[in-house]
């Protein structure tokens, strides 16, 4: 099975499922160039209403029947699935679509507790689809309280403090990188997209293959090179187990020191076991990140 | 303004299809190893007729064949001795991950734009 962990939400699939479309709220998921699974959520305030939302789904898809369904007429094993989330607090309400030959079923869920609403639909190839489809459903996950949450992707897996929220994203053929954002006030508001403003950047990379990047040269100088050219390299030290770290103020002076804009920034740079990866942590901007942080995060984020 | 919208273009093929094709080099083609053992390729350029008609008029061309040089990193070198003329894609990609160690659809991802630079410059055909 595969675990799915992106920006505050989870599902665990069978392994032939892989992401072909991703977004921060939402991504597609398909198996031998089929499309299986799709899942969009959002945060909303006060009452979720499911009759609007198959209201919305039918106005925007106007070829596509959609229709609500009674749990007790859902099958055995939708039904159970069902149960499980209804056991976490969440409220489930199931629905099933029709489009030509193609047909599915999917649920509208909320918490009440986060204001997490999301919607979740399957493209059901047969009557035989829908107990996987049953069992991802049953796997969902919602990770918007806690100390930490955990994101997982294309191999890679970390874990962010939850104050952090998701900025952009990138994986492209040798370089994947996630980045999130801590505002300096401590919470992100709906107004100022992440990113903008003093805050904190944190990001993973990814760069493969390692043997071959790594032909030339040694890790630190790689480093230097590749991730962050002005940074002093009398910054970076090269630590036993072949890794790299850093840690200092990068951007200092008499009237940034008094606006409180002096720039910080920590890094470590580790080859791994397996995978012929370097994995890369930074946390830079205006906060000091505590070092115990740091290195919580830097030992979750690993290639699975 | 639908008559000056750009179309997005439509796969003629699907991905399954197009990772099931067998690459094949262009006889034309010579390669060389390097010293420092990555691969050079040398293909001849195929010219535009109205290109050529222009340069020879004003004498920059005798009709013979353009060669260019193309040199490949490792990953690519390894890529192009891969091609035998029996291997598929899909078989590239798995080689790629065997010799590198990435990820099966990052590979696939990296030999295909490999396979269409060098397809688009006629160095090699697919079958």
Known sequence: ?304 | MPLFKKRQPQPVITRAEALQMIPVRNSAVEETNLNNGLMEIAYPLSVKPWFGKIAESVGLWDKRPMIKRLELDEMGSFVWSSIDGKSTVKQLAEAFVKEYDVQLREAELSVTAFIKTIGQRGIIGLK
Not at chain 1, 108 to 129: E, R
Not at chain 1, 188 to 214: H, N, Y
Not at chain 1, 258 to 282: F, H, K, P
């Open chain 1, 1 to 304: 099975m595969t675990e799915f962990r992106w920006n505050r939400v989870g599902l665990t699939t069978p392994t032939t499922w892989e992401p072909s479309a991703l977004e921060r709220d939402g991504f597609l998921l398909e198996c031998e160039g089929q499309p299986v699974c799709e899942l969009k959520w959002r945060t909303i305030q006060g009452r979720f209403s499911f009759e609007k939302h198959i209201k919305k789904l039918s106005k925007g898809h106007k070829n596509v029947a959609i229709h609500a369904v009674d749990i007790q007429d859902a099958p055995e094993p939708w039904r159970n699935s069902v149960s499980t989330i209804e056991q976490s607090g969440m409220e489930v309400h199931s629905f099933i679509w029709s489009l030509h030959n193609l047909k599915g079923m999917g649920a509208a869920l909320h918490n009440p507790a986060t204001g997490l609403a999301v919607l979740i639909q399957f493209f059901l190839a047969s009557d035989s689809s829908t107990p996987t489809a049953s069992t991802v459903l049953a796997s969902f996950k919602d990770f918007s309280t806690g100390k930490s949450t955990p994101w997982a992707m294309f191999g890679l897996e970390g874990r962010v403090p939850t104050s952090f929220v998701l900025n952009t994203f990138s994986f492209k053929p040798g370089h994947y990188s996630v980045l999130y954002w801590l505002p300096k006030s401590g919470k992100q508001s709906d107004r100022t997209p992440p990113g903008k403003g003093p805050g904190v950047a944190l990001s993973f990379e990814r760069f493969a293959p390692a043997s071959v990047l790594l032909k030339e040269t040694n890790l630190i100088e790689w480093s230097h090179s590749n991730l962050d050219p002005t940074l002093p390299k009398q910054l970076l030290t090269d630590t036993p187990a072949n890794e790299v770290a850093w840690q200092g103020v990068t951007k200092s002076s008499m009237l940034r020191n008094m606006l409180g804009r002096s720039v910080y920034e920590q890094g470590r740079v580790w080859m791994t076991d397996t995978g012929n990866a370097i994995l890369c942590v930074r946390a830079y901007g205006h906060l000091d990140m505590p070092q115990a942080t740091f290195q919580t995060i830097c030992e979750s984020y690993a290639v699975v």
